[in-house]
């Protein structure tokens, strides 16, 4: 059996009962939610490196108008979104070191310090480097999410950290928690929605719960990664998540506004 089809059956093989600590879970139940309570949990991707001025524009602008808590974008669209979410409830998350955190732990700082300095992100998803975590260089690891939540934290930024877990085993993706919450993040979170080589599962009942158990609270869970259904992302909010990466195409969907998306084979999201 090889190490990807072991942590595959791994995580698949957990019980999606769930015993979630009460006071993770939200005060009523997702489906009796409104809209604007709904949007508060979603970070909308537009992360796609093939989309146009145009696309970014677009997708950037409905993530607005549905409410989402954020517009998670790549950093070269930082000036759009920051012209599109002034005077908005709906913040910018930028992403750093996307989607696959193997740079430097120099370059990752340096990233996220040119992000962070603007004045207008809200929110930083980090890649942790998840060879780092299949090797168990734990202290690399630690060390490697710190350096980039202490810059960011000198401007208030919060930090999301993505483990892409549908590469790891339960074992690790506890561990990889601990790290973080040793670090001082301030998210966990599932997957970039680009992994390649994997079967994609992204943010299941199964991990979310397992992530939510190791955090008790110290550190918010993020899932993200084939989150296409309402009733997948109703049943995440009453585990207890406080957010999720939602694809453009999906969050009508979620939201109750559309009854379906087409699915992106190339995405996860």
Same mark, same amino acid.
């Given at each position: 059996?090889?190490?990807?089809?072991?942590?595959?059956?791994?995580?698949?093989?957990?019980?999606?009962? &769930? !015993? $979630?600590?009460? /006071?993770?879970?939200?005060?009523? *139940?997702?489906?009796?939610? @409104?809209?604007?309570?709904?949007?508060?949990?979603?970070?909308?991707?537009?992360?796609?490196?093939?989309?146009?001025?145009?696309?970014?524009?677009?997708?950037?602008?409905?993530?607005?108008?549905?409410?989402?808590?954020?517009?998670?974008?790549?950093?070269?669209?930082?000036?759009?979104?920051?012209?599109?979410?002034?005077?908005?409830?709906?913040?910018?998350?930028?992403?750093?070191?996307?989607?696959?955190?193997?740079?430097?732990?120099?370059?990752?700082?340096?990233?996220?310090?040119?992000?962070?300095?603007?004045?207008?992100?809200?929110?930083?998803?980090?890649?942790?480097?998840?060879?780092?975590?299949?090797?168990?260089?734990?202290?690399?690891?630690?060390?490697?999410?710190?350096?980039? &939540? !202490? $810059?960011?934290? /000198?401007?208030?930024?919060?930090? *999301?950290?993505?483990?892409? @877990?549908?590469?790891?085993?339960?074992?690790?993706?506890?561990?990889?928690?601990?790290?973080?919450?040793?670090?001082?993040?301030?998210?966990?979170?599932?997957?970039?929605?680009?992994?390649?080589?994997?079967?994609?599962?992204?943010?299941?009942?199964?991990?979310?719960?397992?992530?939510?158990?190791?955090?008790?609270?110290?550190?918010?869970?993020?899932?993200?990664?084939?989150?296409?259904?309402?009733?997948?992302?109703?049943?995440?909010?009453?585990?207890?998540?406080?957010?999720?990466?939602?694809?453009?195409?999906?969050?009508?969907?979620?939201?109750?506004?559309?009854?379906?998306?087409?699915?992106?084979?190339?995405?996860?999201?």
């Amino acid at each position: 059996m090889t190490r990807r089809t072991s942590a595959i059956i791994q995580l698949q093989e957990l019980s999606i009962t &769930v !015993d $979630v600590d009460e /006071k993770m879970k939200p005060l009523k *139940k997702a489906s009796e939610m @409104t809209v604007k309570e709904l949007g508060s949990y979603i970070d909308q991707s537009v992360l796609k490196p093939e989309f146009s001025e145009d696309d970014i524009r677009k997708y950037i602008q409905e993530g607005i108008d549905y409410g989402c808590r954020t517009v998670c974008i790549n950093p070269s669209s930082l000036d759009i979104a920051a012209e599109l979410t002034k005077g908005t409830d709906t913040k910018i998350c930028v992403v750093c070191d996307f989607p696959f955190g193997t740079s430097t732990t120099e370059s990752k700082v340096a990233q996220a310090e040119l992000y962070c300095k603007r004045g207008d992100v809200f929110e930083l998803d980090i890649v942790a480097n998840y060879g780092w975590i299949l090797s168990g260089k734990w202290d690399d690891v630690t060390a490697d999410i710190k350096a980039v &939540v !202490d $810059v960011c934290h /000198k401007y208030d930024v919060a930090v *999301k950290v993505i483990f892409e @877990t549908d590469t790891l085993n339960e074992e690790q993706v506890r561990k990889s928690c601990q790290c973080a919450i040793v670090a001082g993040a301030d998210f966990v979170k599932t997957s970039t929605g680009f992994l390649t080589g994997f079967e994609a599962y992204g943010a299941t009942p199964e991990v979310i719960k397992i992530m939510l158990e190791e955090c008790e609270g110290k550190a918010k869970v993020k899932g993200s990664g084939c989150i296409r259904t309402r009733e997948h992302f109703l049943q995440l909010i009453d585990m207890g998540i406080d957010r999720m990466g939602v694809g453009y195409r999906s969050t009508p969907v979620v939201l109750g506004i559309t009854e379906d998306a087409s699915v992106d084979k190339n995405s996860t999201y």
